[in-house]
């Protein structure tokens, strides 16, 4: 018999998703309107589907390239370049199983039993819960917070690195706050590093999620060729297709067997159909990321032009991504909360206790929806807020 004591103690004490316990709550209800995960209510763009469709049409369906149809690896380096306004070469991409299994191969490869990793939070669980797994011990950095808006103390965050810290994660713009580091921020993150002797993965994968601009301020734009960086990213946000599940590695060239080798030994590769639509997203998918951030923009101003005139929601509007991350006066046991807002209000969003000892007072509900479901899930949290009081 298989039982508990013969699984590893990371395996075993790996923690419940605080995101999937609301999700499997609320899944099934009628009536819920979904702010819980981190996606959109749009489907796929149906030119996407085609090219993978047609792809299985043609009959790729074998093994493929371990590190991605050279096709996406040209579309990524040319779309990458264009966004950077850099000359960033096909040999820095390596096409992965979501963006989740891109950071578990930056793990893999950087961190195990012994070994430290710092992550600035409150941020996503799954990037310390994935240290976890590898035998990596995990260091939170908290940003600090007042009156709704976020920032990083860069002393605190230099204080935090040891002798044993190999890793240091950067998630900007942030998943859950909006957080979104400047150049000089990033430049004094970067500084830090380099000190340190440490290796940055950065998750940039709401870049195109930001208010201020076509894209974020990104690494790219103060790294060096020899600095060292693991860039993170995904196809689920820009363009729809979180249930895909593809993702990409850019890396220097120097990292290639490694990283194909670990992917070799993962998941053997990404389907070929599944990269031809990559492909085309690439390609023909910017009309459709430019009206997803626009809309994005407009659901994030009503969802939070709503809550904070009842006067007892603490939420300044996010400069990326697309969350909104917020405080109800009176509230302190937010998981609990969380359900009985499932209930009684028909509105899913995730309690912050999901992202970490910071996030404990906080909510945070995905505003990445139709424009009337926005509108209609604030006002009913607004009015569940009124009978709190």
Request: proline letters at 4%; glycine letters at 8%.
């Amino acid at each position: 018999m298989l039982d508990l004591t013969r699984l590893r103690r990371e395996a075993v004490e790996a923690p419940e998703s605080g995101i999937v316990a609301v999700v499997n709550h609320a899944r099934g209800k009628e009536g819920i309107i979904p702010m819980w995960a981190g996606e959109g209510d749009l489907a796929t763009p149906q030119f996407i589907a085609d090219a993978a469709a047609e792809s299985l049409k043609a009959g790729e369906t074998f093994y493929t390239w371990q590190r991605g149809l050279p096709e996406l690896r040209e579309a990524l380096s040319q779309y990458t370049s264009r966004l950077y306004g850099q000359n960033l070469e096909p040999n820095r991409f390596f096409v992965t199983g979501s963006g989740m299994h891109a950071i578990q191969i930056a793990l893999m490869a950087l961190a195990g039993a012994g070994d430290e990793v710092v992550f600035i939070g409150p941020t996503w669980p799954n990037f310390a819960a994935a240290a976890g797994l590898m035998g990596a011990a995990t260091r939170e950095v908290s940003l600090d917070s007042e009156n709704g808006s976020w920032s990083l103390d860069l002393d605190k965050l230099k204080t935090a690195i040891t002798e044993k810290t190999r890793v240091l994660f950067v998630n900007s713009p942030s998943n859950p706050t909006g957080w979104t580091a400047s150049r000089e921020t990033l430049s004094g993150i970067l500084k830090i590093a380099r000190e340190a002797g440490i290796v940055i993965i950065a998750d940039e994968i709401y870049a195109r999620f930001y208010y201020e601009g076509q894209r974020a301020p990104s690494f790219h734009d103060v790294m060096a060729s020899h600095d060292a960086i693991i860039f993170v990213n995904s196809f689920s946000k820009n363009w729809a297709m979180t249930g895909w599940r593809i993702g990409w590695i850019e890396a220097s060239p120097a990292l290639g067997q490694v990283v194909e080798n670990l992917i070799q030994y993962s998941n053997s590769g990404v389907a070929a159909f599944m990269q031809r639509g990559a492909i085309a997203a690439l390609k023909r998918g910017e009309e459709f990321v430019e009206n997803q951030v626009a809309r994005a923009e407009t659901a994030r101003d009503i969802f939070g032009d709503i809550l904070t005139a009842t006067n007892k929601v603490e939420l300044s509007p996010p400069d990326g991504a697309f969350y909104a991350f917020f405080k109800i006066d009176g509230i302190t046991d937010t998981k609990t909360a969380a359900f009985r807002i499932v209930d009684e209000a028909k509105v899913a969003i995730a309690p912050g206790t999901a992202f970490g000892p910071q996030g404990k007072p906080f909510f945070r509900a995905c505003f990445h929806r139709r424009l009337d479901e926005v509108e209609a899930a604030a006002h009913r949290l607004a009015e569940w807020i009124g009978y709190q009081v």
